[in-house]
């Protein structure tokens, strides 16, 4: 499977932005699916992740209450939404697809995928300003 993200940018603070994880070459309905976000010099950070399972999902502490994570019904897109931006939301920010089994969790506390089956996408930055 392909992933690539879109729909970052330039925000203020307080402001909303809505990401999305697009794939191809295979439907994601058998992935746990996970947003990552990554600043220079930094480890990735896993944000939010939701089960190909049962559509449970993760979320960091950071991001409690102010994101949420979804699928969407062609099961080929998962988005982020993301609310109340904060400058510390500033970085560069990735979905990545681990397939079943396994749990929404791991993959966002792990930040690692299958080595034959997984993916990540190339990124779309984020940048929140005051």
């Known amino acids: 499977v392909q992933l690539v993200e879109s729909g970052g940018g330039l925000v203020q603070t307080g402001g909303s932005l809505r990401l999305s994880c697009v794939a191809s070459?295979?439907?994601?309905?058998?992935?746990?699916i996970g947003w990552f976000r990554q600043t220079p010099g930094s480890d990735r950070e896993g944000v939010s992740c939701?089960?190909?399972?049962?559509?449970?999902?993760y979320y960091a502490e950071s991001v409690q209450g102010r994101f949420t994570v979804s699928r969407d019904m062609t099961k080929t897109t998962v988005y982020l939404q993301m609310n109340s931006l904060e400058l510390e939301d500033t970085a560069k920010y990735y979905c990545a697809a681990d397939p079943l089994p396994g749990s929404p969790q791991g993959l966002c506390l792990t930040a690692r995928v299958s080595y034959d089956s997984g993916s990540w996408g190339q990124g779309t930055q984020v940048t929140v300003f005051s």
């Open positions: 070459g295979a439907t994601l309905d058998h992935y746990n």
């Open positions: 939701i089960s190909g399972s049962d559509e449970s999902a």
